[in-house]
């Protein structure tokens, strides 16, 4: 029982560093070559060292086999300097620890590195590499246990001892393969997840350009329907739209040139101007598409620590989705906007009596990328509410199918 036990003890010592570098090359992204090769030297150092100091010696062979384990790692790993290193220790302390000739270490080791060069110049794998290095170990453990270490044991004894020995290197050997594989793969996977993470946010940053893109494009497109060049008063009353919304998509590329997400630039400003700047940039559009708009908003003045132009995009794109959910059906359509100021918050609501959302597309409305529309991209809402979000505020959709939609805002008032 004592056997296993030391077997135990002396297992730990050398399988922790490992496995602190495996778990390393595993589940940390970001390492470059450089730190994980510094990693796994002080792996390697670190388990020779353990074994020296905790491993247990009471079975005289057991610690001076696991030894070679880190060096047969290095080899696998083809740290050629580091097994060269390495060597060089375990020969001094097996040699004035274990009484070992000198001249017979040196040329063991020196056995070992040009055999796995040889090895490796064949293009050998590392089950090769390691089936060498048990042949010669085999070969070298069984002169040192018959004429150093047992010379009084019998013959049986010695071959049991040898074989037992040998069955534990090599059992430890491959599992330290093993899991140094698996953490290779591990690693490779998550490089390959983080390469998509990567790409899908281009695609998000991507797909919000063309999107939020679009909504000035189609106003501007609409006023442009509408306007009749003879009227002239539609014209003064149409062209500083047009060069509004013209001038709010050049903001928006900007932002969305370094594809990060979207930034507030807080400043101070009246909501309810931003309101009525809203509802008279898209009456014109109700009007065109038949709708009834509806809204009372205070006369007098609740300045707020916002992003005008953001929140202006927030609700532009919030009316055109009530005019697209228009039900042909009904006799008239209407969108009501209401708002209401508390102490410490501004509640917008937004409803109209269209087509409405059935339960399955209301949990879903705000998730990315996730739209009926025939041509939609699903990111106006998802970034409708990343920009309310961003001011402290919440954004909440109900809906009943063939009766209303509602979508309510909230906006802490921060002076």
Do not use: W
């Not at 040699?95 to 293009?123: D, Q, W």
């Not at 620590?305 to 228009?326: F, G, M």
């Not at 990328?369 to 909440?396: C, N, P, Q």
């Amino acid at each position: 029982m004592q056997i296993f036990e030391d077997m135990l003890l002396n297992g730990m010592c050398l399988l922790f560093p490992l496995s602190i570098y495996i778990i390393f090359i595993a589940y940390f992204r970001n390492q470059d070559k450089h730190s994980e090769d510094i990693f796994l030297v002080i792996a390697l150092y670190s388990s020779i060292y353990l074994l020296m100091k905790f491993g247990s010696d009471r079975i005289f062979i057991y610690p001076m086999i696991l030894f070679n384990v880190p060096l047969l790692v290095a080899y696998l790993k083809k740290k050629n300097k580091v097994a060269i290193m390495i060597s060089i220790v375990l020969v001094f302390y097996y040699h004035y620890g274990m009484k070992v000739e000198f001249i017979h270490l040196v040329l063991e080791y020196i056995l070992y590195y040009i055999t796995y060069n040889y090895l490796s110049f064949k293009r050998k794998d590392s089950i090769s590499i390691i089936t060498n290095f048990v042949v010669i170990k085999s070969f070298l453990m069984s002169l040192e246990i018959f004429f150093l270490f047992n010379p009084t044991g019998s013959c049986m004894e010695n071959i049991v001892i040898i074989i037992f020995i040998m069955t534990y290197f090599t059992l430890i050997a491959y599992l330290i393969l093993f899991f140094l594989n698996k953490g290779e793969e591990v690693m490779m996977l998550n490089n390959v997840i983080h390469e998509l993470e990567k790409e899908k946010k281009l695609r998000e940053s991507l797909f919000k350009i063309t999107h939020e893109i679009k909504n000035p494009i189609a106003v501007c497109k609409g006023y442009l329907d509408m306007l009749d060049y003879e009227d002239k008063d539609k014209v003064k009353r149409y062209i500083p739209i047009i060069k509004d919304e013209i001038s709010r998509t050049l903001i928006l590329m900007d932002d969305f040139l370094d594809y990060t997400k979207v930034e507030i630039e807080f400043d101070i400003a009246d909501i309810y101007m931003l309101l009525e700047d809203t509802c008279d940039i898209v009456k014109p559009l109700f009007k065109n598409s038949h709708i009834k708009l509806n809204y009372t908003i205070p006369e007098d003045e609740l300045y707020m620590n916002l992003d005008y132009n953001r929140l202006k995009q927030v609700l532009v794109n919030l009316l055109k989705n009530s005019i697209e959910a228009k039900d042909s059906r009904k006799k008239e359509n209407v969108v009501t906007i209401d708002v209401i100021a508390e102490k410490e918050q501004i509640i917008i609501k937004i409803k109209d009596n269209g087509v409405g959302m059935d339960k399955k597309t209301l949990e879903k409305v705000d998730e990315m990328f996730y739209t009926t529309k025939e041509k939609g991209t699903g990111l106006g809402v998802a970034l409708s509410k990343e920009i309310i979000h961003l001011h402290g505020g919440d954004m909440k959709y109900s809906s009943v199918k063939g009766k209303y939609t509602q979508v309510v805002i909230s906006l802490p008032i921060i002076a």
